[in-house]
């Protein structure tokens, strides 16, 4: 297997899109990351998605998109994995070549989720959950968070109030994202008052869905120099996914992500770094109490003990371990299928120096790390800079 690279993103504003179609949302993020690679074909096309069909009566992705962008003939599919959709497109591109099948891959993932009512738009995101024990019970992921949330609480004493950093700090980083949705810093005192969707999940502990797509170009790392017009080289050093059951009651251990420390660890060994050496993480903070998982999951923090890093303020961009760097899901939009590119687009404009205000420092490896549904599909990507 070949070492692979990213040459070229491209991202669109998460927002409601009323006026454009999926296809068109797609292209865009698709020309802009040709644009940024300076290419006008690649020899295929993955695209991450999740409720076209269900949301735009739109199945076929793959050969749309296609058409399209001008790229007719190429090999184009779709890819679903729940919420985790974007990420997947993404591990199938390099796959396809590190391998050698391609000598080029667009990942991108897309999403339009506005249009809808509300109740239908929450209906659709509950098939990625167990549909006879889970969705059929009536449980929404709002309401499957806030078992689990409710039982971290208790498992470990922590108080709900001890979750809003995780919000503040995706909030105050998404001021200075141009793409992201909600670019207004919230305080404490907003966490405190913000309204209650299912307790002890409250508005400023849940992602806001969105239109968007965002995309990759991604070539193999040896056709590259370590300056591609002017910028640093980024290789894909670790790619790994894993699976848990869909339902949480059939995991052994309802408030530990399984899949996220599978998947983690074999992006680290891949890599050959610990989780020291990561300089920042994109994780998936759909619901803050993700955020908490996924820091322990993945190594960053002891068990029982992720609201201690946001406490300590090591997640903000100045801090020890950066998270969300450009809003996250809370900030930046949770487009379900579109958030694991959102997540690659943003770990390369770091490791670029791209980044703005919310630089992280000589940020040479970064981390991103998709889940769909509610930690069934996680897949862990570690990107490096040169």
């Known amino acids: 297997m070949r070492e692979v690279a990213i040459l070229g993103i491209g991202q669109t504003p998460v927002d409601e899109a009323w006026d454009k179609s999926v296809r068109e949302i797609a292209g865009e993020a698709v020309f802009a990351a040709l644009l940024d690679a300076q ?24 050969a749309l998109v296609a058409d399209w962008v001008g790229l007719r003939a190429i090999e184009a599919f779709k890819v679903e994995a729940a919420c985790g959709s974007g990420a997947a497109a ?4 390099i796959m396809a070549v590190a391998s050698g099948e391609m000598d080029s891959a667009l990942a991108m993932g897309v999403e339009k989720m506005t249009e809808n009512k509300g109740t239908e738009t929450t209906a659709a995101l509950a098939t990625a959950a167990d549909a006879d024990y889970e969705a059929e019970q009536g449980l929404s992921f709002v309401a ?29 980083n998404a001021v200075h994202n141009p793409f992201a949705r909600l670019r207004d810093p919230i305080s ?44 640093p080289r980024i290789r894909i050093a670790g790619s790994a996914t894993a699976t848990d059951s869909l339902a949480v009651h059939d995991r052994r251990d309802a408030l530990w992500l399984t899949a996220a420390e599978l998947s983690a660890r074999k992006a680290y060994q ?34 029982g003990q992720g609201p201690r890093l946001g406490l300590e303020g090591v997640i903000r961009p100045d801090g020890r371990l950066p998270i969300a760097t450009r809003g996250g899901l809370k900030a930046r ?42 930690g069934a599909t996680i897949i862990t990507h570690i990107l490096r800079r040169g």
């Open 39 to 62: 290419r006008e074909r690649v020899d295929g096309l993955f695209v991450g998605n999740m409720l076209s069909g269900i949301i735009s009566k739109q199945e076929h992705l793959g």
């Open 90 to 93: 993404m591990r199938l591109a």
């Open 144 to 172: 499957i968070n806030a078992l689990i949330m409710q039982r971290y609480l208790h498992e470990y004493g922590w108080k709900h109030t001890d979750f809003a950093p995780f919000s503040i700090n995706a909030h105050a």
């Open 188 to 231: 404490e005192k907003d966490y405190q008052r913000a309204k209650m969707i299912a307790a002890p999940i409250n508005l400023m502990d849940a992602s806001p869905i969105g239109d968007g797509a965002a995309a990759a170009v991604i070539v193999p790392a040896d056709s590259l120099p370590e300056l591609v017009y002017g910028r």
């Open 270 to 303: 891949q890599a050959g770094v610990s989780p020291a050496d990561i300089d920042f993480f994109e994780l998936h903070d759909a619901f803050s109490i993700m955020a908490a998982l996924s820091l322990e999951a993945c190594g960053f923090a002891e068990r």
């Open 333 to 374: 939009g949770h487009p379900v299928g579109a958030t694991g590119m959102y997540q690659i687009v943003e770990a390369v404009q770091q490791l670029r120096g791209e980044a703005g205000e919310t630089q992280v420092q000589d940020a040479r490896i970064g981390m991103a790390q998709n889940i769909g549904g509610s």
